[in-house]
């Protein structure tokens, strides 16, 4: 068994194995700084997305000074904010189409086998939400942090059943 912090080469900062059923996968981690008077004052910005792979999901941003604490906080500030997105065998019930900022995504339920296709920020949220088969096409800003809170509110408008 893997230890929590041990990491293989090939996941440097992807997937995390955690003590209990939630997977949590690292989007993205930045590097920001801020002028003071000093000097600049470095810090960390993660974007963590926490899931069961059985339709609950939960994202947040941790800032800190070292990675170690801003990837803790995200992932704790991830579990905090889960909600749950109706998966039906496999797949999303309808399609659906959400705008944040500057980026649009549309996402769209795929026939059995066809998988996850999608680009790298979304895949991340979808494969932790246990969604196996879906088509999605992220259209304007390629922003990371703008297309997860844009994928986010797509899975938040999905109907358990399309009326």
């Known amino acids: 068994m893997q230890k929590q912090n041990e990491r293989?080469?090939?996941?440097?900062?992807?997937?995390?194995?955690?003590?209990?059923?939630?997977?949590?996968?690292?989007?993205?981690?930045?590097r920001v700084a801020k002028k003071t008077k000093g000097g600049n004052k470095i810090a960390f910005s993660v974007l963590a997305v926490v899931g069961n792979k059985e339709g609950s999901i939960g994202i947040s941003l941790g800032k800190a000074g070292d990675t170690a604490s801003a990837i803790a906080k995200a992932t704790s500030g991830a579990r905090r904010k889960m909600f749950t997105v109706p998966v039906r065998q496999?797949?999303?019930?309808?399609?659906?189409?959400?705008?944040?900022?500057?980026?649009?995504?549309?996402?769209?339920?795929?026939?059995?086998?066809?998988?996850?296709?999608?680009?790298?920020?979304?895949?991340?949220?979808?494969?932790?939400a246990g969604i196996k088969n879906v088509s999605s096409k992220m259209l304007g800003s390629n922003n990371k942090l703008n297309n997860v809170y844009a994928v986010i509110k797509a899975l938040k408008s999905l109907?358990?059943?399309r009326v």
């Open 90 to 128: 496999g797949t999303i019930p309808h399609e659906v189409w959400a705008k944040y900022s500057a980026c649009q995504v549309f996402i769209k339920p795929a026939p059995d086998g066809a998988g996850i296709i999608a680009g790298g920020a979304v895949r991340k949220v979808l494969e932790v």
């Open 8 to 30: 293989t080469r090939k996941n440097a900062y992807g997937a995390r194995t955690p003590k209990d059923s939630f997977e949590e996968k690292i989007i993205e981690i930045k």
């Open 159 to 161: 109907k358990s059943q």
